[in-house]
């Protein structure tokens, strides 16, 4: 009886999991059709940033207190791993993409962003010696033919040479977003409070840069053109903070706690989806036939990469040996939001 119990808990936390998954990859595939919007209104990358890490830590900021409460020593045995995730997988990240998105169309930027999950395979062969199978390596062949056609190097246009670099830079920011979020703290902080603390660590690092003036913050208080409207400055910004910061910050902590870093990191490219259909519908950004190809190349290849890993180890033949070594490698490999 306790057995179908377990199961059964363990079926409804994936079940829940899955959902916070997608809906994690949902929201945040929203982020470079507002700051698009922002952009096309005179505000800088470094702005549009700022003011989404920002006004969502404020937002954050009641419900992360109130879980603190009598606990606020746990904040600071985390200090180390905030500082990390604030700085590597929240401010980095964003100015990267937002820097590509005022460039190149959002589903291509998004795309390059993405072989950052295959920049985590390498990381983790290099750094740890889990050398790759056969799939992975054929998943990442896949995908650099895929980033090859995304370019669309033999095309009539060139893509804004700037804006990939940009993009290629998120995709080490996103390979550093699913290593932190795989951590392996033994008492791991809240999801609303991780989401909030690193929020305060990215926005105060994010204005010390853009004080000095290596961070551009320009700003204006103008109307915005979305989804075919004129509407005021706020309505991008609220997007931007609460949902895609807020709900999929939050989402994707708590997603990667009920299923495992790695399951999360997979269904992540999801995200790449939902934000071509978000870019197309609000911004009118289709991607050409041949980068819609490369697309699903890369999410071919990432998928392949993914699933390999997945995969558990074969035992030799010989002696039954004792499940030391199942995927619940999660807690020290990389993984998703």
């Given amino acids: 009886m306790s057995i179908v119990g377990t199961r059964a808990a363990r079926a409804a936390a994936g079940g829940a999991g899955l ?3 997608v809906l994690s990859a949902a929201t945040f595939s929203t982020s470079g ?25 404020l937002i954050l900021t009641v419900p992360a207190v109130i879980q603190l409460r009598g606990r606020w020593a746990l904040l600071r045995r985390n200090a180390r791993a905030v500082a990390a995730y604030g700085l590597l997988a929240v ?10 998105v005022a460039r190149i169309p959002v589903g291509v930027a998004l795309l390059l962003e993405y072989l950052g999950v295959v920049l985590v395979v390498g990381w983790l062969w290099l750094r740890h010696g889990q050398r790759p199978r056969r799939l992975t390596v054929g998943g990442g062949a896949v995908a650099i033919a895929g980033l090859a056609m995304v ?3 033999a095309g009539p ?10 993009a290629l830079l998120g995709a080490f920011g996103l390979a550093s977003f699913f290593l932190l979020s795989a951590g392996g703290e033994r008492e791991p902080l809240p999801p609303i409070v991780m989401a909030w603390a690193g929020m305060c660590f990215a926005t105060a690092c994010l204005a010390a840069v853009g004080g000095t003036g290596l961070l551009p913050i ?3 208080a103008g109307s915005v053109r979305l989804l075919g409207h004129q509407v005021s400055w706020i309505v991008p910004v609220l997007g931007l903070s609460l949902l895609a910061a807020v709900i999929s910050y939050v989402a994707g902590i708590g997603a990667a706690r009920r299923l495992g870093a790695k399951l999360v990191s997979f269904v992540s490219l999801s995200e790449m989806l939902f934000a071509i259909l978000f870019a197309w519908l609000l911004l009118g950004q289709l991607p050409s036939a041949i980068q819609f190809l490369g697309g699903a190349f890369i999410l071919g290849g990432v998928a392949m990469v993914r699933l ?6 074969r035992a030799p033949a010989g002696p039954a040996r004792p499940p030391a070594q199942q995927p619940e490698l999660a807690s020290s490999q990389a993984g998703g939001r």
């Fill in 33 to 57: 059709t507002f700051a698009s919007a922002l952009n096309g209104a005179g505000w800088s990358p470094g702005a549009a940033v700022l003011v989404r890490v920002s006004v969502a830590a």
């Fill in 19 to 21: 959902a916070l998954a």
């Fill in 157 to 166: 246009g060139r893509i804004n040479a700037v804006g990939v670099v940009w």
């Fill in 151 to 153: 370019l669309d190097l």
């Fill in 91 to 100: 401010a980095a990240p964003q100015v990267c993409f937002f820097n590509a």
């Fill in 308 to 313: 390999d890993e997945l995969r558990p180890s």
């Fill in 218 to 220: 320009t700003a204006g």
